[in-house]
Structure formats: C-alpha cells, structure tokens
C-alpha cells in the first residue's frame, strides 16, 4: 500500500489564493453599474477588453506586481564610462506592467486620444476609470504613473499654449512605449507640504527661458520625462497667489539632460515598485503654463483629477482585498466546518465589502459629474456638476482612502498567519493602502477643503444633495418607507456640513461632517442602483447594502447591546449568495 502525500493534504489544507480568477468576470457590481452610468454602445464594446485585463490583474500581471515590488528601483549616479549622468533602473516585471497599462490599454491615454482600443472617441471618466480599477488591483504603484500622465496632458490640454501642446501632448499621449513621455508631478518641499503657499523653489527669466531652482522634497515617477510643478517668480509674493505653474522636461532639446538631479530615492512604506525622489534643481530649464500668478489654481486640476484617481485606486485596492477574503471563505475548513458556515466569519466578510461597494457606488457618481462638468460635443459644461464634483471629490479621496486601510486590515486577518507572510497579496495591500490616505492631501486637509471651500465658500452640498435626491425620485419600485429614510440622512448630512462649515470653532468636527455627506450619499446611490438594477435583471440587493450603511456607518448605537445576528445572519446569507434577490425579499428585510 502506498503512504499518503500528506505534503500535498497540508497544502490543501491552506486557503486557496485568487490565481486562476477573473477579476472583471467575478465583480458582478462592476459590470451592473457599468451598464447604469455607460451607453449601451460603449459598454458592448468595453466588454472584452475588460474581460481580458480582469483576466490579467488576476494572473500575469499580479506576478510582476509582486516582483515590481520585491525587486524594487535601483538609483544609479554614473554611467558605465564614468559620466555624471543619473539613470533609475527598474526591474522587467515593472516594465510589463507598464507595456500593459500605457501601451496595451492605453489608460493613461483615454480622456486624450481617440481609437484607444478601436473606440471612434475619447472614453467618459466612468469607462475610462473601469480599467484604473481593475488594473490596480494588481498594482497600486503604477497607478501614480498613469495617473499623472494623464492629469498632466490635461492641464497642458487647458492651459498650454499651442507651441506647448505641440511639443510635448503628442509624446505624453501615445500608445507607443517606446515612444511615450511619461509625466510626474513636483509639488511637495519641506517648507511646504499641504501649505502649498510656503513653498520656496524660485522661477528666473534669463531671457529665453525660465530656470527653476530649488528642492522638491517627495516626487513620484522621479525619472518622467515631463514634469509639472509649481514654483515661485522672482519677486512675486509669497502664498500661493505667488506661484507659477511650470512643465520642466528631463531632457533638453539636444539630448543632454536637464539641470536638475536626484538626491536620493525614498525608502517608503509601500508603492515600492514605483521611483519617489528627493530632487534638487539647479536652474532647470522649464516652461510656463498659463498665467504666472494662477499656477496655484491651474495645478488644482491635475490634483483634483488625481484625487479622483486616488478614491479608484483605493476602490481597487479595496476590491483586491475583498477577492482574497472571498477566497478564503469559500475555500477554507475550520474545525470541520467551512468557514462560509461560521456566522462571524460571514460578519466579518460583510465588513470588508460594504466599504468596498459604497466606494465603487462613489466613483462612478463622482466620474460621471466630471463628465457633465467639462462638457461633450453634445452638452455644454454643467456648473451644477462642476459644483457636484468640487464636494464629491475630497469626499471620495477622504473617505475612500481611510476606508481601504481598514478593509486591508481586515482581509489580512480573514486569511489569518499566512496574510501575515510576504509570499501572499495581504502585506502588499497594507502597505500601499496608507499610501491613499496621505497622497494628494493627508485627512485632515482633505476634510477641511470639503467643509471649508466646497461648503463654506461655494454652497457645493445644495446641488450635491439636490443631484442625489433626483437619483431616489428614480428608485421605482424600491421601499418608499426605506426611500423616505434616505431622504431624510441627505438632508441632515447636508445641514450638519454646513453647521460645521460656518463655525470655524467646530473644525475638530470636519472629518465626522465629512464622513456622514460620504455615507448618506453612498446609501442613498446604491438603493437608487439597487432599483434600477432590479428592473434590469432583477437583483436587488445593493438597497441591503444601503440599508447597512445606515445601520453601522450613520446610526448611534449602545456598545452593551448585542447586534441582531438573526437578521443580519440572514442579510449576510442572501448578499454572499450570487443569486439576484427579488425586491420582494428585499421589501421584508428592509422592514425587519
């Protein structure tokens, strides 16, 4: 008789990963609004291109992202003859990653270029933020990358004189690898972080061009052959009325390179795969871009359409997250029973997907007000979703961001010793789910710009409320009991910010205002999505997740009392069991 393999019974034993999967294919939420916020020609035609990226972030792409990461960039200060010439160098699994998303895809390209994967147009936000999703769920570092290639063709689009576009749009904008001017983006000096107005790096006219001097002290995708930053005028004043917005490229015309130099490359916490350098610059050569003393403001759109970015990629990474858990709920025994069976195990699920599907609801809402907001050949620009968008923006970027710190923890511990080892997804996802949370403005700042500015300054949360209660006058068929409820948390979130807003005593309160317009809002999109999705192919569900969203994120609850694991028991049944739920069933929950 043969003995048994008990090496391949213990391995068995362990909690199967997501390799094999389909990350577009198994995300029935992603595909469901999708098919709410694209037309119904667009979305056809994004299907297989989406199909085959999720079946990539899945598998090829996931295995350069964990070697991207483990063989992370290399600053080197000559070359091999001697000369003083810096160069990064990256291992090839970040070079796959990058043919993947900047070539194959073409991501970067899609508010910019048409025929990107044989579309006649340029792709709204909603499409365009699709793939950001899925391909960050394999990587979060390259997202940096893509992102502000992207942000910064736009705000060259809008503010570049035509000589500018001309020299450097094309290049920025291609498909071509081997071709592309990735961009990056120097804003951060040790002055100056979130107080942008303090930063010191000066701006001299030497009579043809401008030449920029001073130290950036955190610049993602260090080595990108364009860079925007933002930098001070000889003899403008100080505050960021004084800063002048910039494109400084890394090369000069005849080759050589620029005058600036990194100091050294940051040792971080996550995003290792990715380049962040501590740069000095020596009177650089740089170009101006739009008016002088507005590059404060005219830089607020690259950050805006980055914050945006931040809130998906925090989005995915929460996704990613979710995967992994799901993987091992369906796939792991515990004491003889599978751990679907175990009730806290399923509560524990419910914990990492609600803030993953109030984000995705979030995105979309927020993408397609960017939309409406800048206008098509066919509909002017909207100043109601221009207004939406300046709220719903740090909304998303702070909520989402915190939210994804969470949900990596928990996921970590559904997987238990093993997510504690760096050969699984789970340390990866911690660590570049801080990275979220202070890119592109730490909390705090974030907060006080949603309160402060888009409320205080400009009335934003009136449209932002009025936009989500017509969404609920579409909700046909949903509860009107439970519709009713939803309406009333818009209104009081809308008139807490504003309280909060107006008081400047109150400023210790901006997260928690902050938070509630997040959480009222995302209700109030998924019971709107969860009827119309219902009326498509009826599944109902997305108004159960809405339902717990007021339940743990908006209502006071006594810490001696025990949770109604009868009812929520029977929730996590029915929304961990692909099967679509009528509304009726839906109906007689929302009531219990």
Partial sequence: MNAPDLTAAAASAIAPDTAGWNFYATDQSLQDLLRLYLAPDLFEHLQPHLHRLGGMVANELDQAARLANHHTPILHQRDRYGRDEQWIEYHPSYRQLEAAAFGTFGIHAMSHRKGI????????????HAFTYLFNQAEFGLGCPINVTDSGAHVLRLYGDQALQDKFLERMTT???????????YITEKEGGSDVGSLISTARWDGSHWRISGEKWFCSNADAEVVMLLARPEGAGMGTRGLGLFLMPRHLDDGSPNSYRFVRLKEKL?????????????DAVAYQVGELD???????EMVNWSRLSNGVKSTALMRRAAHDAMAVLAGRQAFGVALMEKPLARRQMLKILLPTEQALSFVCFTAEALDRAEGTAEAPPSQEAAAILRLATPVLKFRATRDGRAVAGDSLDMRSGCGYIEEWINPRLVRDAHCGSVWEGAGNIVALDALGRAVARHGCHEPFAAALQARLDEADGAPAAFIDQLRRHIDRAGEFALHIASRQQDEASARQATSNLYHAASAALMAWEGAR????RGDARRLLWARLVLDHRLA?????EAVDGGWEDTVSRCLLDPAPIPMAVVGELLSG
Avoid: C
Avoid at 118 to 124: F, G, L
Avoid at 175 to 185: E, K, M, N, P, Y
Avoid at 270 to 279: D, F, H, K, P, Q
């Fill in 117 to 128: 994967l044989n579309w006649p147009q340029t792709y709204p936000a909603v499409a365009k």
């Fill in 175 to 185: 498909t071509d690898v081997d071709q592309l001017w990735q961009s990056g983006q």
């Fill in 270 to 282: 996550g995003t290792r795969s990715m380049a962040s350098a501590e740069v000095v610059m020596e």
């Fill in 294 to 300: 507005r590059g404060f403001k005219q830089m607020a």
């Fill in 533 to 536: 999705i219902h009326a498509e």
């Fill in 556 to 560: 006071a609850r006594d810490p001696y």
